[in-house]
Nanobody, 128 residues
């Protein structure tokens, strides 16, 4: 089954940091923009950050700008989400997925429907 495997979540205090990793099972990241999304209990899934195929184009949700950094290492077939200055409102299950359109210079957070191969997610809990 083609999907991502997310890792790196955990419990951290307010102000702490975590680095999430996302590796696909069964395909190469090279041709796809990658997005990180999160879903907190009782809330809708929201886009957090995305990165284009070549790693130069990125987009962030306003709520994480200046605190989170998305990156990718195509040679290692892995994407990352560095999360700093974490807040209790960042508590959620974090997922990564690929933009199936395989467009060369596009990274879109607002259209979750173009993403597929969702992983099982990794839990991030920020204590106050």
């Amino acid at each position: 089954q083609l999907q991502f495997v997310e890792s790196g979540g955990g419990l951290v205090q307010t102000g702490g940091s975590l680095r999430l990793s996302c590796a696909p099972s069964g395909f190469s990241l090279d041709y796809y923009a990658i997005g990180w999304f999160r879903q907190a209990p009782g809330k809708e899934r929201e886009g957090v950050a995305c990165i284009g195929r070549n790693g130069f184009l990125t987009e962030y949700a306003d709520s994480v700008k200046g605190r989170f950094t998305i990156s990718r290492d195509n040679a290692k077939n892995t994407a990352f989400l560095q999360m700093n200055s974490l807040k209790p409102e960042d508590t959620a299950v974090y997922y990564c997925a690929r933009d199936r359109r395989m467009l060369p210079s596009v990274c879109t957070l607002s259209r979750a429907e173009v993403y597929d191969n969702w992983g099982q997610g990794t839990q991030v809990t920020v204590s106050s």
